[in-house]
């Protein structure tokens, strides 16, 4: 299993990240993916990745970073990303669901253009956030000189017609967390993840957020990621073992792990 979306350098994990990581490749776990918001956690996240062979690390400017200066996050991440542990750019996107503010949108969008284009300058891949944001996320991310990008959009939670959408750009992914867990039977949210195809599924936690359950509420970690292969093996009636194998090859092509 591979862990597609983690935040080991947050601070919940100061007391025991040692342990957190042991556990996840002693118990199966072949690959993490780190996971920047800003430059700060983008600093840390390739200081873990160097730490350890198979954690890779993803450094983006999250669009809750408010008012950054354009010039200086292109610079900073052509200047990191030579770095050849770094795999993609993220988590970068729209969040409209802690901003109804016009002027913040406005700068949100600017900011993940940006950014699109350092990924398509440095022909990475890039890793999406999006909440309350799908019509315009698609506005974006479906231009000529976009659309052909690999993208994966991380904790998926769009309808059916959203995500029907978004399979016609035949380089994106959708990743799913702890939340397919926890959702009642008859959400949409199972009809999602059963409508998409496997080969366009990724699999994460965003630990320390989104504990699946049976811990949910607790605070998350890598090696819980099982739980979402395995809700997602019962929504597609598969095993275990195709979801996982499946999932990590999806995983190993998007970010070009085996070179
Ligand atoms: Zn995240």
Known sequence: MIDTHVHLDFEQFNEDRKNVIKRFFDNGGKAILNIGVDEDRSNKTLEIAENYLQIFA???????????????????????CQNSKVKA???????YFHSSDEEDREFQKKLFIKQLEVAKNLNLPVVIHCRDAYADL??????????????????????VE?????????????????????????????????????????????????????????RNEPSFVKFVIEKIAEIKVLSFDEVENQTDKNAIDFFDLEK
Request: hydrophobic share 40%; glycine share 8%; charged share 30%.
């Open 58 to 80: 993803v450094l983006g400017f999250h669009p809750e970073n408010g008012e950054v200066n354009l010039e200086e996050v292109e610079k900073y991440l052509k200047e990191k």
């Open 162 to 218: 959203e995500a029907k959408n978004f399979l016609q750009l035949p380089n994106l992914k959708f990743s799913f967390t702890g939340n397919i867990t926890f959702v009642k039977e008859n959400d949409e949210l199972l009809k999602v993840v059963k409508k998409i195809p496997l080969n366009r599924i990724m699999v994460e936690t965003d630990c320390p957020f989104l504990a699946p359950v049976p811990n949910r509420g607790k």
């Open 89 to 95: 750019i993220g988590e970068i996107g729209l969040d």
């Open 138 to 159: 698609w506005e974006i991310i479906s231009q000529t000189q976009f659309k052909k990008l690999k993208m994966v959009i991380h904790c998926f939670c769009g309808g």
